[in-house]
């Protein structure tokens, strides 16, 4: 696999099957990146997408004298906040879009992606019962509600998901997933 500042070089040149290789490489940590300030799945893959669509446009132009890493998801950030701003959301929100670290502090983002690649792997009903009740906070009742299934679906679902999660995910990434229903949990109330 090529490194990034050859990519980069690559993309530079036209290269779509290089930049088809970026967006492989970063766009889900690139969501999970987003997601910890913009709560919408569709509108977070937008604001990513449109992130991919701007280096493509203006490539030519860009410079980046970092790394690549760095300056996608510095140029992200500035996305995210620009999303806050037309939406007009509370500036609290912009606060918690963290800067992105130096290319040595990205563990937390890879363990966000390899995350996220384990639950794009899920069955679509069993990764949206999920995904509702760990990123939305949902309890049991109100996944059956919304979804119109019973609560013992619900609970079924969950636990497989957790089986799935824990025999594909390294222990790291396993106990890093329940930190996340957490911090989730503990921000909703």
Not at 10 to 37: P, R, V, W
Not at 63 to 71: A, C, D, F, N, P
Request: aromatic share 12%; net charge positive; proline share 2%.
């Amino acid at each position: 696999m090529l490194e990034d500042k050859q990519i980069w070089g690559n993309i530079k040149k036209g290269d779509k099957t290089a930049f088809k290789q970026l967006h492989e490489k970063y766009f889900h940590q690139m969501c999970l990146y987003t997601l910890k300030s913009v709560d919408e799945s569709g509108v977070v893959e937008e604001i990513v997408s449109d992130c991919f669509i701007e280096i493509w446009e203006n490539r030519n132009k860009i410079e980046i004298r970092s790394s690549v890493k760095y300056y996608i998801f510095l140029m992200l950030r500035h996305n995210i906040i620009d999303f806050h701003r037309k939406n007009k959301i509370l500036t609290d929100s912009i606060e918690r879009t963290p800067e992105p670290a130096e290319e040595e502090v990205f563990d937390e983002q890879q363990q966000y992606a390899a995350l996220f690649s384990a639950l794009e792997k899920l069955p679509g009903q069993r990764r949206r019962i999920l995904e509702l009740a760990v990123f939305d906070s949902m309890t049991y009742n109100e996944i059956a509600q919304k979804l119109k299934i019973s609560k013992n679906t619900v609970k079924t679902q969950i636990g497989r998901a957790y089986r799935f999660l824990k025999e594909n995910l390294k222990p790291e990434d396993f106990y890093f997933f329940f930190i996340i229903h957490r911090q989730k949990a503990i921000n909703r109330q």
